[in-house]
């Protein structure tokens, strides 16, 4: 009985009807334990990692990391026990039907070859301009190398005694082969490739660490910018092209071409999604401000009471959950010409990421006490950070908190973000002179509130009361604990 099985591109949620591999985190051939991260996939609202559900081998990476949109369902690799050869493995992919929008093989429709129609013969990538018929060779090797990888070098007569292996132990993988076909990618990599030993220890794909290593650069100390710190590819050629530079004592004009960087998917759906939010909704803008030493007096105390470290914003959420629970007809989504009324706040917070803004949710924070928010917010600042917010921390929400304060920024107006209805945005705490009711001058802390309202769903006496009772949480603050 075949141990083969597929990984195919996941459904996360109803909406979800395409996805991009963003990058793999395992190479042809390479063995992997139940849980491990085997790739990354980017959606419209997330990059998030696909875990492998039990052990296996990687037999065959069917889909590459090119940027290009995959349908959910579409074949990404082929996944065994390290026994199968390469002819069942073909016979695998050559009858893979996937599924129609489950993620995982199923009802017939056409059938796929590496996430193309199979209506010609299969081939292992798409090669981007045709080249002469080049006589096949044989190959004897005692060299680690894939059988899609050793089938390549024979059709296409490559010398793999050039090419450095980028698997486990230094396996050839089809990538690799490929790589020498293509040449390099950059000019600065041309010349014979020699590898020289690198700190494993180092978090580094195996393309940045050749790359380093065939410029003599070593990959210690380097911030990486790919997901959980890894150091890509771009990071390395940064770095080339930083130590690249020639000064001068006399100052001259340099090239000043501007450099075309297209949007990743996330920003290019935020930006959609904005700009339809920004013409679509009719925004109206209620603006506050609120006393908050007593805030701030009460957060020093209960943080050493409680043994926690809640952030203004944090009493912030706690206060407009508290708030959206006691008016109901603010704490709302509208979907067509139905407003869907919520009996609890899911809070979503503002948060910027390596992809650009993401709004995580707080579920419930009118049912949380202030070290449950700031726990929770803090799981979910520290995973945006990372690029690991999955489906569930980004899906719905009944209102957002977007707060700029901590960037000196006084106030500002933010845009709603739909099916919500209501966005808060919080500037920064600053003293103040005030008149006190004996007619003296104090100062005080204050912070600007600016509530941006769905004017289809929400009138402005509505808002006007969710401020009023935001603005009494927040200066009685007492009353967020009881």
Known sequence: MSTLRPLCMPKWGIEMSEGTLAEWMVAEGDAFKKGDVLCLIETSKITNEVEAERDGVIGRIATPVTGDAQPVGA????????????????????????????????????????GVANDASPEPSPSPSPAPAKTPIKIDTNRPISPEALKLAEAEA????????????????????????????NPS??????????????????????????????????????????????????????????????????????????FDNIRKVVAQRLTAAKQEIPHFYLRISVKADALLALRKTANLVLGTKASVNDYIVLAAGKALAQHPDVNVQLHGEEVHRFPHADVAVAVASPKGLVTPIVRQANRM??????????????????????????????????????????????????????????????????????????????????????????????????????????????????
């Open 189 to 262: 990599l041309k010349g014979p490739m020699e590898v020289t030993q690198e700190d494993r220890s180092v978090f580094a794909s195996p393309l940045a660490r050749r790359i380093a290593a065939q410029n003599a650069i070593s990959l210690t100390g380097i911030d990486g910018t790919g997901p959980r710190g890894r150091i890509s590819k771009k990071d390395v050629l940064a770095l080339i092209e930083a130590s690249s530079g020639s000064r001068t004592a006399e100052f001259r004009l340099v090239d000043n071409t501007p450099r075309a960087v297209p």
């Open 158 to 185: 490559v010398d793999i005694s050039t090419i450095e292996g980028s698997g486990r132990k230094g396996r050839i993988t089809f990538q690799d082969v490929q790589q020498a076909l293509n040449g390099p990618a």
């Open 369 to 482: 006490r202030i070290d449950q928010v700031a726990h929770k917010t803090r799981e979910l600042i520290d995973k945006a950070s990372a690029g690991r917010l999955g489906y569930d921390d980004m899906d719905g929400g009944t209102f957002t908190v977007s707060n700029l304060g901590m960037f000196g920024i006084e106030e500002f107006d933010a845009i709603i973000n739909p099916p919500q209805c209501a966005i808060l945005a919080v500037g920064a705490a600053a003293r103040q002179p005030v008149e006190t009711e004996g007619g003296d001058i104090e100062f005080a802390t204050r912070i600007a509130l600016t509530l941006s309202v769905d004017h289809r769903a929400i009138d402005g006496a509505l808002g006007a009361q969710f401020l009023a009772t935001l603005k009494s949480l927040i200066e009685e603050p007492e009353q967020l604990f009881a």
């Open 75 to 114: 074949l990404l690799a082929v996944i065994g026990d390290g026994s199968e050869d390469a002819s069942a493995i073909d016979a695998f992919v050559e009858g893979f039907v996937p599924a129609e929008s489950t993620g995982s093989a199923g009802k017939k429709s056409a059938k796929l070859d590496r």
